[in-house]
């Protein structure tokens, strides 16, 4: 039958589904049969030919018709999965009910009477007789989720079958150990099968209705409490599924094997089509949300892959009940790791390629899926993450977050981006070996719009941040109190900070030291803090090799002695609050000394109009997102109590909210803009006071960066006069040599601020997430125009 009757006879039957008023007896095979058995059709085809106002049509006025068109479906996965698919036709049937599945389901999910229908056992109104309703019948949305699992181990179909000839028998689906079928080679498999487009293919679309049964989570709203589990993935990565080992290194696998540059070879996927790829998208966005766990909440696996706790508590299996969690926090060999971190690297890389070899290789899309998977590696499991800081690898991670940071920086669309790009450098500078592994010299010229360099990573990372923070757009303002602990944390192991980097840092201290920004919202302070904290660690640890800093010091001083003088009478306060009414840019883009960018490069852009971005949740604030650790002399930290902390006189921060418009639908000033940037007329709640600019002041760390330059200044001065000099190589060589051993207060301890996890930060990646794999859904568009409520769809 040719592709044109086949798509003639499903749409057929679709209309007589709308129209029949009266419930259609399961039993009636030669109806039901129509939209699977006959048909030939695309999962494009299926969403043409089934539209959303039909599919809700039906929900509403003849809901046995749907609820019966849902269990006989799911009937024939349960079929296809029992026989094993050996024939063509075998093979069609399960497809079309797939691609069925997967239009309809959101539609199940967006009505709350509906989102029990596959979590009951007796399958709707239309069933035929017949006494099987009995106890031990499994739910629907059970039946659904086992077969599909034994469907992506079905021989001939999904995976490359083991039987040596035609004269053996068919392998029983039930009795092969799936373990022996893993698809790629990597983490506890070492047999890479031949590939074959068509089972990759099969499992592509099998993945999507599993991402579609998962994705009931985007129809319930954002909840503070986020430890409300996905029933769907809840009883997918339990010990029910007997292939949850088989298929998670399955899927971890595809995704760190994969190769975008076609084997290599430049060009080469301009000769041939890439079935891969298609299938290692979906493996990354299934494994994400299977992993979608919030570990603050529970007994967090420790390093050693135990639970947190006695040893004798063996009644449980060690760690979380998801099994993909488990798994994932107990990869543990060395090879195993390397496999992971390079497929990860190399994959990140690939846009960063784009720019110096256009076309060369394939571009690949699913970056921000990359990106969670990695924060799940080194949330879940500390012996990766210390295996990522053990050798200068984990740089080849830190290149390419910081070019997506770089572009991403004025566009609307991708906060997201840039939020789990900072958390990922956030959670790695709480390492020490992290800012150690900063001095490699950087020598990859990536095309970057950013001023040309000669430095180490180090270098990078600052003059990135301060791009960001001077020409990012208004939405990114509540991460500069993360960019900014970043560099805290890696600024007592930075060895030698060019002249570029230097200027850039103290270029931000002018600019967030304007009375102006002091004083027009509650904690604007806080960054003047943390720039202090930084040039401190730097004196006191490394002031040996950072010539160029205490230069940079030395020229800027009359910064820090207006900071010492700052004026906290009221009428100063006030005089202060006037100078920038007239405009109300938080950062002067003037003297930031950009000089020229580097060849070959763009600039960052905006979001063109129309873009279309989900809606995030608010992130907390700085306090709540780490956990103070002091760094002893032998390199061990121990964690601070939370005392008040010394930031915050006036009480913790309220959560900046990282989006924009926030979800509760209040008015559209973000909280950021009360927050950070109102003067205190409009806000109207709050005003500086003296007693307030007081509490801070007299805490502001000054004394070592003053003692510094009362030693260091007429030094230089007097070097000028005696030598009549203007140059500033011969005042680098000076402080090169000079020494302030004994001149410097006692060095303060190392003060880190390690990131915690926390439910705040656990619903914000489930938001992220399924925003991500919403957008970028859109062939065939599962989600689109369905009424989600865990983020709003805006444009841009």
């Known amino acids: 039958m040719g592709s044109a009757d086949s798509k003639l006879n499903f749409r057929k039957a679709v209309i007589q589904l709308t129209t029949k008023t009266q419930p259609v007896e399961a039993t009636d095979d030669a109806f039901w049969d129509q939209f699977w058995a006959d048909t030939a059709t695309s999962v494009q085809d299926v969403f043409a030919l089934v539209p959303a106002a039909e599919i809700r049509a039906v929900r509403e006025e003849s809901p046995s018709n749907l609820a019966t068109l849902c269990y006989k479906a799911v009937e024939k996965l349960v079929q296809g999965a029992e026989s094993g698919c050996h024939t063509e036709k075998e093979r ?21 009477d509906w989102r029990g229908f596959f979590w009951s056992t007796v399958p709707g109104a239309g069933r035929g007789g017949g006494d099987e309703d009995d106890e031990n019948a499994r739910p629907l949305a059970e039946s659904l989720l086992l077969a599909v699992t034994d469907l992506l181990f079905c021989p001939d179909f999904t995976v490359q079958s083991h039987r040596r000839s035609m004269v053996d028998t068919a392998e029983d689906i039930h009795s092969i150990d799936s373990c022996e079928y893993i698809w790629e080679a990597g983490v506890g498999f070492a047999h890479s099968p031949q590939p074959n487009y ?39 990565c339990s010990t029910e ?54 570990s603050s909440t529970s007994s967090s696996p420790t390093v050693d892959g135990t639970t947190t706790g006695t040893a004798m508590d063996d009644v449980d299996p060690p760690g979380p009940d998801n099994l993909f969690v488990n798994y994932l926090s107990r990869i543990h060999r060395e090879e195993d790791f390397q496999f992971i971190l390079k497929g990860v690297a190399r994959l990140l890389s690939n846009p960063l390629v784009q720019t110096y070899l256009p076309n060369s290789a394939k571009k690949i899309q699913f970056h921000q899926e990359l990106l969670v998977l990695f924060w799940k590696l080194c949330d879940f499991n500390k012996k990766f993450l210390f295996f990522v800081l053990k050798s200068s690898d984990v740089l080849d ?44 010299p950087y020598s990859v010229r990536v095309p970057m719009d950013i001023p040309v360099f000669t430095g180490t990573h180090a270098d990078l990372l600052i003059i990135v941040f301060h791009k960001i923070i001077t020409s990012g757009h208004q939405r990114l303002q509540p991460l500069f109190d993360c960019l900014l602990t970043i560099v805290v944390n890696v600024s007592p192991y930075l060895k030698s900070l060019s002249m570029v980097a230097a200027n850039k840092l103290l270029h931000l201290l002018e600019a967030f030291s304007t009375t102006w920004f002091l004083f027009s919202a509650v904690q604007n302070h806080h960054l003047v803090f943390f720039l202090l904290e930084v040039f401190n660690n730097i004196i006191q640890y490394q002031f040996d090799g950072n010539s160029n800093l205490v230069y940079a010091v030395i020229r800027k001083r009359n910064v820090f002695h207006q900071l010492a003088n700052l004026p906290t009478d009221s009428q100063s306060i006030q005089k202060g609050l006037q100078r920038k009414k007239k405009s109300p840019e938080p950062i002067s883009r003037t003297n930031s000394q950009d000089g020229v960018s580097m060849e070959g490069s763009r600039p960052a852009a905006p979001a063109e109009p129309g873009t279309l971005k989900t809606s995030l949740v608010a992130t907390p604030g700085i306090d709540k997102l780490t956990e103070k650790s002091q760094v002893s002399e032998d390199g061990t930290m121990r964690s601070l109590e939370p005392e008040a902390s010394q930031l915050s006189p006036e009480g913790n ?78 005042i680098l060589k000076f402080l090169q040599h000079g020494t302030l051993v004994g001149l410097l207060p006692v060095p303060h301890p190392i003060l880190i601020r390690k990131y915690q996890a926390n439910s705040g930060t656990a619903m914000w990646f489930r938001t992220y997430m399924w925003g991500v794999i919403y957008l970028r859904n859109v062939d065939p568009p599962i989600w689109y125009d369905t009424d989600v409520k865990l983020f709003e769809i805006q444009r841009v």
Request: hydrophobic share 40%; proline share 7%.
């Open 92 to 112: 069609q049937i399960v497809l079309n009910c797939c691609r069925l599945l997967t239009r309809i389901l959101p539609y199940i999910f967006e009505d709350p």
């Open 198 to 236: 068509i089972h990759d293919l099969n499992r592509t679309e099998l993945l999507k209705l599993l991402l579609t049964c998962f994705s009931e989570a985007m129809y319930l709203p954002p909840s503070s409490d986020s430890s409300n589990t996905n029933p769907w993935v809840q009883f997918f």
């Open 241 to 294: 599924n007997r292939h949850a080992l088989p298929l998670f290194t399955s899927l971890l696998n595809v995704v760190c094997a994969y190769d975008p540059v076609g084997y290599g070879i430049p060009y080469n996927h301009l000769l041939f089509s890439d079935y891969r790829e298609p299938l290692v998208e979906e493996a990354a966005q299934v494994l994400i949300v299977t992993l979608d766990y919030d």
């Open 397 to 440: 991670i830190l290149v390419p977050i910081l070019y997506f940071l770089n572009d991403a920086r004025a566009d609307q669309s991708r906060v997201g981006l840039m939020h789990i790009g900072v958390f990922i450098l956030l959670l790695l500078s709480g390492e020490r070996n992290f800012g150690v592994r900063l001095n490699k």
């Open 653 to 730: 921060p309220p959560a900046a909210l990282s989006d924009g418009e926030p979800w509760s639908g209040e008015a559209s000033h973000s909280r950021w803009d009360r927050r950070r940037l109102s003067s205190a007329s409009s806000s109207g709640q709050w005003t500086p006071t003296p007693d307030w600019v007081m509490s801070w002041k007299s805490k502001l760390p000054l004394q070592t960066i003053m003692r510094l330059l009362q030693v260091l200044v007429p030094q230089v001065e007097k070097i000028c006069i005696d030598k009549g000099l203007t140059d500033e190589s011969e």
